[in-house]
């Protein structure tokens, strides 16, 4: 790990206005540096604004105040298909609801951040299968995802996350839709290639087991954030 930085948060402001014009505010003031290679999860009771958070974060939106810089770059000033082509490559996603696509194999499903960004299509398959051979989906690569358990779902779209060798990976309740057991072994299959890859993770969960095997612990509550110690959670 080194202490090279990839995400600023500076004095953070952010909210909505809803129908009647009133302005609700989500989060209020929020800052924090995250390093290269770190682990973070980002903790809160429901609707405290965790996904709007790591929304902003991974440069998906922009805040009413304040700045972001990922990978070194003003989030906050760039105009969405430029912080599209910023993140391309460069930042990689899971989400609690795996979002594959069901007309498409395993394999395709995990080839196409590749060819999107332009990697050549018999490139784009030898490393899609090499990741879904890593996580342990060798022999599932002609399954669509109606043919795939949960968990199994959930390594196709860690294998996609991680084909373009991302410098950071966004997670959004990654084992929210699992059991238990199937959730651990996603859990230590995310870890073991924070470690190996030295891709840095952030993450947001309800899972309490999860968010303790990370490096750094933030709580967003009534739109603060501060950040805890593992042993508190």
Same mark, same amino acid.
């Given at each position: 790990m080194t202490n090279a930085q990839v995400l600023s948060v500076s004095s953070v402001s952010h909210g909505f206005v809803d129908q009647d014009g009133q302005h609700l505010p989500i989060l209020r003031d929020v800052s924090l540096q995250i390093n290269q290679g770190d682990s973070v999860a980002i903790v809160g009771p429901s609707g405290a604004g965790k996904s709007t958070l790591l929304a902003l974060l991974a440069g998906l939106d922009v805040p009413n105040q304040g700045e972001i810089r990922l990978l070194d770059q003003s989030f906050s000033t760039l105009s969405e298909d430029a912080r599209a082509k910023a993140?391309?490559?460069?930042?990689?996603?899971?989400?609690?609801?795996?979002? +594959? *696509?069901?007309? &498409?194999?395993?394999?395709?499903?995990?080839? !196409?951040? =590749?060819?999107?960004?332009?990697?050549?299509?018999?490139?784009?398959?030898?490393?899609?299968?090499?990741?879904?051979?890593?996580?342990?989906?060798?022999?599932?690569?002609?399954?669509?995802?109606?043919?795939?358990?949960?968990?199994?779902?959930?390594?196709?779209?860690?294998?996609?996350?991680?084909?373009?060798?991302?410098?950071?990976?966004?997670?959004?309740?990654?084992?929210?839709?699992?059991?238990?057991?199937?959730?651990?072994?996603?859990?230590? +299959? *995310?870890?073991? &290639?924070?470690?190996?890859?030295?891709?840095? !993770?952030? =993450?947001?969960?309800?899972d309490e087991r999860l968010a303790s095997r990370c490096d750094r612990i933030f709580t967003l509550d009534e739109g603060q954030l501060q950040e805890s110690t593992p042993c508190s959670v």
């Open positions: 993140r391309q490559g460069s930042v990689g996603f899971v989400f609690q609801s795996f979002q +594959l *696509l069901p007309g &498409l194999t395993a394999l395709e499903n995990v080839m !196409l951040p =590749l060819e999107l960004a332009g990697v050549s299509v018999k490139l784009a398959k030898q490393r899609a299968a090499d990741w879904l051979t890593r996580v342990g989906l060798g022999a599932r690569l002609r399954h669509r995802p109606r043919m795939l358990s949960g968990g199994e779902q959930q390594r196709t779209a860690v294998a996609r996350a991680f084909v373009t060798d991302p410098a950071l990976l966004f997670a959004d309740e990654p084992t929210g839709n699992l059991d238990r057991r199937t959730g651990e072994s996603i859990s230590d +299959l *995310l870890f073991q &290639l924070n470690q190996d890859t030295g891709a840095t !993770l952030v =993450l947001v969960t309800h």
